[in-house]
């Protein structure tokens, strides 16, 4: 039994690993690079808290905590 679903989830895998390369570098296209975004969002989250973490670290602890907040509620809602 291992063996068929792990033929399965490593072409899941590959597939979503391509997919993913693939839509990095049409976002990269497209839009401003993540670290200026990333840097945009700490900087404004500073400014409005007043704590003492450089912009580069609360942006990526901003967005991240955006990203997982969107996939917990979508996990909730189609689960």
Do not use: C, R
Request: charged residues 5%.
């Amino acid at each position: 039994m291992p063996a068929k679903s792990s033929g399965s989830h490593l072409f899941g895998h590959l597939v979503s690993l391509i997919a993913a390369g693939l839509l990095v570098e049409h976002i990269n296209t497209f839009l401003p690079s993540f670290e200026q975004v990333s840097y945009l969002a700490g900087s404004a989250f500073t400014a409005a808290t007043d704590i003492s973490v450089s912009p580069e670290v609360s942006g990526m602890f901003l967005i991240s905590t955006v990203l997982i907040s969107l996939w917990g509620v979508g996990y909730h809602f189609y689960h």
